[in-house]
């Protein structure tokens, strides 16, 4: 039954973690809640089982020190007032319990058995089109486009070949996803053309719809190239760190020139072609710029509406690396951008930023609330001769390899081990607010610094409970419009 209480922006928000349901309360009923939590818990006693006559107590001593007289008649008449407005609250708690929207049970626990033995088919792939890069980004994960081996260009045969193995696998799903990723996937653009063709031709013979994506560093864009984007692509995400300095910082070229004055005029051209939607410009903060809200105001300002800023992922010997102590800087830094993003609204020039959306009226399905991403089951990377791992932050530790496209998936038992991965498996999880909003969070990060899959990445994890508060704020303050 767990209830997460926060105080964000002047609201007093109270999550029921197991319904999702949101509350916007007063003071007194956000006192009242705690104060149900409290005595729950220490005494293990049922929420129709709490003496009321306790709780009104424990608020009378409370808001007799004045801190709250504000709230209420500062007369003769306030001890009565007060007793009144704590009455109507026990009503207002109890018709939430009775509705199952407060206190709920766990439903999901139950269904963990069936959640482990389902039958999973694969419905995307990142095609590593590319193993290779013309940017020599600082904090590449994939060490400039090499993932710990050697470079090289995905050929049409073996694309050609992992589309066959993505419809072969997808059971009777008929919608499929495809991202061409690299290094740079621009630089193998003919193939990448070629591919989307033939997943035309193969749409219509198996009943199948391709959802082809592309990331890019730019260098290589040109109208060629958007126009193709424009008509094949349903989403595009353009890498691009913010302002000019921060870029070039980290997201040089080979040759140690900067990338930003040559990437934006093509990001802005591009973002306007597609009427806005169906992009992002997708950059990264490091310990560089930890004031990286200003980089989200940048790219805001020079008109871009769909705008990610991630946390950089790093081992701590790394300087740009994020660091423990970095963390309560970062988490205003996600307060001070909810506010502008709240004052941008209000003036006709609102934006969405990634890690802000949040879907508080269904949200995803059970699986993915469990589950997450769904690597190394229905997500799988695909190296340029074809190899097969969990996803892309995966490629190149061998141990990862599960196969590949021409002969299927051979190590089945890490598939399963995958398939295991869920917000119970991980003891980190179990009891946490945000767990079916991250799914437990990144495998591939939880094994670089655990070497355990069903572990959590800790700055991550501190991080995305921040980001999941600033985002149902958000909501709540869209609600207050109404």
């Known amino acids: 039954m767990l209830v997460h209480q926060y105080k964000n922006n002047g609201y007093n928000i109270v999550l029921d973690v197991n319904s999702g349901m949101v509350h916007i309360v007063d003071e007194l009923v956000y006192d009242i809640i705690a104060l149900y939590k409290d005595i729950h818990k220490n005494k293990s006693c049922g929420f129709d089982e709490i003496d009321k006559e306790e709780v009104l107590q424990e608020i ?4 007799h020190n004045m801190e709250y007289t504000s709230l209420f008649e500062q007369e003769t008449g306030q001890e009565e007032a007060v007793k009144t407005a704590v009455f109507e609250a026990f009503e207002d708690i109890e018709e939430l319990i009775q509705e199952e929207a407060l206190f709920t049970e766990d439903i999901y626990e139950n269904y963990i058995s069936d959640f482990k033995s389902r039958q999973t088919v694969v419905k995307a792939l990142c095609l590593h089109i590319a193993h290779d890069c013309n940017l020599a980004c600082r904090y590449c994960f994939a060490e400039e486009g090499e993932y710990r081996g050697r470079r090289a260009l995905m050929s049409y045969e073996v694309g050609k070949r992992a589309l066959d193995f993505l419809i072969e696998n997808s059971g009777n799903r008929k919608n499929l996803e495809v991202d061409f990723f690299g290094g740079e996937p621009l630089m193998n653009y003919e193939v990448v053309k070629k591919l989307v063709v033939y997943g035309r031709e193969q749409e219509k013979l198996h009943n199948k719809k391709f959802r082809f994506t592309l990331t ?11 126009e193709f984007v424009n008509r094949e692509m349903s989403n595009v995400v353009l890498s ?10 980290m997201r040089p070229s080979r040759g140690g020139k900067g990338s930003y004055d040559i990437i934006l005029p093509k990001f802005l051209k591009l973002a306007d072609s597609r009427n806005q939607t169906n992009y992002y410009v997708r950059g990264t903060f490091t310990r560089s710029n930890l004031d990286f809200s200003e980089d989200v105001k940048h790219l805001a300002e020079l008109g871009f509406k769909q705008i990610s800023v991630e946390p950089v992922v ?31 609204k209000k003036e006709g020039k609102e934006f969405n930023f990634f890690h802000f959306m949040i879907d508080l009226s269904g949200g995803p399905c059970v699986a993915k609330r469990l589950s997450g991403c769904g690597s190394g089951t229905e997500y799988l990377a695909v190296t340029p001769w074809g190899d097969l791992y969990p996803c892309h932050q995966f490629v190149g530790e061998d141990e990862f390899s599960m196969g590949n496209v021409f002969e299927g998936i051979r190590k089945t038992e890490l598939r399963d081990e995958f398939k295991c991965c869920n917000v119970y498996a991980k003891e980190k999880c179990r009891d946490c607010f945000a767990k079916f909003y991250c799914s437990g969070g990144c495998a591939a990060n939880s094994f670089k610094f655990h070497n355990d899959i069903n572990d959590v990445y800790d700055i991550g994890c501190r991080l995305q409970k921040k980001r999941v508060e600033c985002a149902i704020m958000l909501k709540a303050a869209e609600t207050d419009e109404i």
């Not at 009378?60 to 808001?63: D, E, H, L, S, V």
């Not at 890019?216 to 958007?226: A, H, S």
């Open 216 to 226: 890019t560093n730019g260098l290589l864009l040109n109208d060629d190239v958007m």
């Open 314 to 344: 790093a081992l701590p010997e790394e300087a740009y690396a994020l660091r423990e102590e970095d963390i309560p800087e970062i988490c205003e830094e996600y307060d001070k951008l909810a506010r502008y993003m709240m004052e941008m």
């Open 60 to 63: 009378m001593a409370k808001y």
């Open 240 to 249: 691009i760190d913010g302002r000019r300095e921060v870029n070039d910082l």
